[in-house]
């Protein structure tokens, strides 16, 4: 039997995942690791974090899948295509679903591996909501960050 938060989060994930790479194809190439004055990241330094942030937590944390990160990096300048940072978002897709797929019910209750100080004792559960909410924030900053750049 299915565990409805499980399908749940991980329904909300692929769906978030999805309004990213839309964003970044909204996003003009030129425009993509730009910013804007009082704004310090880039529509693809935000992207390419979340992807970070989420395989690392859930793909590598949860899932074992490998993924070393570099967070440092994740906010250095950088200057591939379109096309490659898409790429690097649906790997992250891929990621999530696997490594959720393999969580059982009772894991969710569970002390989450890993975390940052403020987060240390709470469960997965928990903290799968808190990775939600940070992606979906940091979704909102891309839309307001992609129209004022493409003067939409």
Known sequence: MENAFISDIS??????LEAVINEVNQISEENLWKSHPGIINSVGTISYHLCGNLRYFIGEVLGNDG??????????PQYFSKE???QEIRYTQISVKNALIKLTPEQLLDPMPDTPPQHKGRSIQFFLIQLS?????????LNYLR????NQ
């Open 11 to 16: 329904e909300i994930f692929q769906r978030d």
């Open 133 to 141: 909410c940070h992606l979906s924030r940091h979704t909102g900053q």
């Open 147 to 150: 129209r004022i750049l493409e």
């Open 84 to 86: 490659i940072l898409i």
């Open 67 to 76: 993924y070393i990160r570099d967070k440092n990096k994740e906010f250095e």
